[in-house]
């Protein structure tokens, strides 16, 4: 009796436990119908709004960033760069997408949000690396990493000095 009852109880657990496992991406149910890839407005007032599976984004040497996503429905905040008065700055970015679509904007504080860098795992389009000029306004300007079912990665290096800083690292294992 006592080895019938250790057995039903652990058989009920284990539905209990597995709950909390397994991979949060799903693009259909979560995302889908709270997230255009063109939404600015929800960009600019919002700082995080994504579904990700195994990200990391973190500094490297001497202004340097690397963001890697095996995949992203949404979007998040990479850097940030709080300025007194109007300023423009030089950014080298490479960019690769392996699947989806991906894009590197600019928020300003006055919710302008320009594209810096757009990627689309299609033929010619899957890579980007170049010089791009940021031309931040006074206070909190952010830089943002968007996807749809976006995976691949990024660099971001700052050869004229640092102003943008890191906000934190990420790292999601799903």
Known sequence: MKSKFFKILALAAIPLMLSGCGNSYDQDKSM???YDYSNNQL??????HMNA???SISPL?????????EKIYGFCSVLEANVGQDT????????????????????KPNSEV???AEVISEKDKEHFEGD????????????KI???NYGGSFEIYQPNGVIFNNINEVEVKY
């Open 146 to 148: 968007v996807g749809e």
């Open 43 to 48: 960009l600019a007032n919002t700082d995080e």
């Open 88 to 107: 423009e700055t030089v950014l080298h970015i490479k960019f690769n997408a392996n699947s989806g679509k991906g894009k590197l904007v600019l928020v």
């Open 32 to 34: 889908a119908n709270k």
């Open 132 to 143: 791009v000029s940021a031309k931040c306004v006074q206070g909190v300007n952010k830089i």
């Open 61 to 69: 040497d001497n202004g340097k960033h690397y963001g890697k996503f």
């Open 53 to 55: 599976m195994c990200c």
């Open 114 to 116: 320009e594209v810096l």
